[in-house]
């Protein structure tokens, strides 16, 4: 129905303007210094449960519509091979400490903090996301799936350099120190010889519990 995919794009568009327009930019920085630390993160988080809230309903609601493309045997593989890298920087980008994530700015004070998954990227989680968006894309071409994948794609490769500018701002030469041996795109800070890849130190722990929770998603599907 009409009223659905209404629906599901105004869901998008808030979702979107909610992290790009406020918490990505100097309205960011001014609304704590408003009306506090406290109540901006609370606001911010009931926004943010709100707008994924609003995406689910709106998302099952607007299903069914005919695909423009379907699922064959080789997008199948492809779309387990993605889905597997995606969970390989899912799961350390939620479990290493990162001056990119909410509240681990105090991270960067550490003399040792770029190791692990940070060699390859300062953004680990959202280029997962953005990987674990694409895959679905590639596999789902109804029109609800486009723009449900699509905005979290979008907002997934945004959002890295949303951050970047954020940190910056608010942390100026200990944040500059910190970029200068990382890179935003996956494997570019040791492609340029700033950085070694050592599986190792990310933690096997970590690459394991991936596949792991990969291989149960794709048995779930």
Not at 127 to 133: L, N, Q
Not at 179 to 189: I, R
């Amino acid at each position: 129905r009409p009223s659905s995919i209404f629906s599901l794009l105004a869901a998008a568009a808030f979702f979107l303007a909610i992290h790009l327009l406020v918490s990505g930019t100097r309205v960011r920085d001014a609304l704590p210094g408003r009306i506090g630390q406290g109540p901006y993160m609370g606001l911010f988080s009931l926004s943010s449960i709100a707008g994924l809230v609003w995406l689910g309903w709106a998302f099952a609601d607007a299903r069914g519509q005919p695909a423009y493309w379907d699922l064959s045997p080789l997008t199948r593989q492809i779309q387990l091979g993605l889905q597997l890298l995606a969970m390989l920087l899912i799961v350390p980008g939620l479990t290493t400490p990162n001056p990119t994530s909410v509240r681990q700015e105090g991270a960067l004070d550490r003399a040792d903090i770029v190791k692990g998954m940070l060699r390859i990227t300062r953004h680990p989680f959202l280029w997962g996301v953005a990987i674990w968006a694409a895959g679905h894309l590639l596999v789902n071409g109804d029109p609800a799936s486009l723009v449900l994948f699509g905005t979290m794609l979008l907002l997934a490769l945004l959002g890295t350099a949303s951050i970047d500018a954020k940190r910056r701002r608010a942390l100026g030469p200990k944040w500059d120190a910190f970029a200068a041996q990382t890179s935003n795109l996956p494997f570019g800070a040791i492609a340029a010889g700033r950085q070694k890849l050592d599986l190792g130190e990310i933690g096997w722990w970590r690459l394991l519990l991936a596949v792991a929770i990969w291989a149960l998603l794709a048995w779930a599907h």
